[in-house]
């Protein structure tokens, strides 16, 4: 009997082995089986596959030579570059618009490049790109055209236009430092940094040395934008022997400057305003004129020892001379 009843148990044990049925009994799982939606795409085939799908393509625009986003030391250093190379495409568009329809040497590229030949007729040389400390829009620069050893600083205007920085006002104009059909108003650092070379250019005429050792405004009043230089030029007096000349130059805001309480007709449209040294025209004395900047007026004043007073004694106004050469740097 029991005999029988093992060997029904064991018959029993072993249905269930052969049926799946042992426990632990799994837990329910959905069906991997899904209706395909009436909205959905069967799967594709093999064949379908070699066949490409289309495809979205957004035409997205190359950048022109002229949209190159350059910082603004690199866009001044981007500009010389181009100049001494000739490849004066790549400097003239880097120019701002608003210059190219003001200055009459800006209006086509064929007038930027006659101009850029005489300036920089052997090519040039540059150091020290940087952003003026008092002055965020204006890149200085010390350049030494081709063919010269001396390094003179330059200044650079830049404007943000369109998204990116662009050249203002490109160059100083030799006998015009500022063009008066240029819209854009000039800060007092900007029209120093002109009477700086304007200053060169006129006492190099009377002294050699300059054009080897040029004047330099310095920043004399950091609160006011006063500038201030001074030098000593090799004059022959009228009694034939050569005499050092002391001459000094400030440049600022009348308020701190200082007015002058003569004046004369320096041109049509500009007084020339001065004082002699005890009102001694054979003295020297302070001459200059007003220019302005906002509702700010600004003075250059000269002052001249007696050595240039003794060379300049046939002139009805011994500053007459001086500050003719210096004018050009302010438009009236």
């Known amino acids: 009997m029991k005999k029988l009843l093992f060997l029904v148990l064991f018959a029993v044990a072993v249905a269930?082995?052969?049926?799946?049925?042992?426990?632990?009994?799994?837990?329910?799982?959905?069906?991997?089986t899904v209706q395909a939606s009436p909205l959905s795409s069967p799967l594709p085939s093999p064949e379908a596959t070699a066949t490409p799908s289309p495809t979205v393509v957004i035409d997205v625009p190359s950048p022109s030579p002229e949209a190159t986003n350059y910082s603004k030391e690199e866009l001044v250093s981007a500009y010389l570059k181009a100049v001494d190379s000739r490849n004066f495409e790549k400097a003239y568009s880097?120019?701002?618009?608003?210059?190219?329809?003001?200055?009459?040497?800006?209006?086509?590229?064929?007038?930027?490049?006659?101009?850029?030949?005489?300036d920089y007729a052997y090519g040039l040389n540059f150091t020290?790109?940087?952003?003026?400390?008092?002055?965020?829009?204006?890149?200085?620069?010390?350049?030494?055209?081709?063919?010269?050893?001396?390094?003179?600083?330059?200044?650079?205007?830049?404007?943000?236009?369109?998204?990116?920085?662009?050249?203002?006002?490109?160059?100083?104009?030799?006998?015009?430092?500022y063009n008066a059909n240029v819209s854009f108003l000039m800060?007092?650092?900007?029209?120093?940094?002109?009477l700086e070379l304007a200053a060169n250019d006129y006492f190099s005429t009377l002294d050699s040395k300059f054009k080897s050792e040029?004047?330099?405004?310095?920043?004399?009043?950091?609160?006011?934008?006063?500038?201030?230089?001074?030098?000593?030029?090799?004059?022959k007096r009228s009694d034939g022997l050569m005499r050092d000349s002391k001459f000094e130059l400030t440049f600022g805001p009348s308020y701190t400057v200082g007015g002058l309480s003569n004046f004369a007709d320096l041109l049509p449209d500009r007084k020339l305003y001065f004082e002699y040294q005890d009102g001694i025209k054979a003295q020297g004395g302070h001459g200059g004129f007003f220019c302005y900047y906002n509702t700010t007026k600004l003075i250059l004043k000269v002052k001249l020892d007696l050595n240039f007073a003794d060379m300049?004694?046939?002139?009805?106004?011994?500053?007459?001379?001086?500050v003719s050469g210096l004018n050009k740097i302010c438009p009236t």
Not at 94 to 115: C, G, H, I, N, Q
Not at 128 to 150: F, Q
Not at 215 to 226: G, H, R, S, T
């Open 16 to 32: 269930g082995c052969l049926d799946g049925s042992s426990t632990p009994t799994a837990t329910p799982q959905a069906s991997a």
């Open 187 to 194: 800060r007092s650092s900007e029209i120093a940094r002109l």
């Open 94 to 118: 880097l120019v701002s618009r608003d210059f190219k329809e003001e200055d009459p040497d800006a209006r086509t590229l064929a007038k930027f490049k006659s101009r850029m030949e005489k």
């Open 214 to 235: 040029p004047i330099e405004l310095d920043l004399f009043d950091k609160a006011n934008f006063v500038y201030y230089a001074s030098g000593i030029a090799r004059l």
């Open 128 to 177: 020290g790109v940087e952003v003026a400390k008092e002055n965020d829009r204006e890149v200085l620069v010390k350049i030494t055209k081709g063919g010269s050893t001396v390094q003179q600083k330059y200044g650079f205007i830049v404007v943000f236009e369109s998204g990116f920085w662009k050249l203002r006002i490109p160059y100083p104009t030799p006998g015009l430092y």
């Open 312 to 322: 300049f004694s046939y002139e009805d106004n011994i500053f007459k001379p001086v």
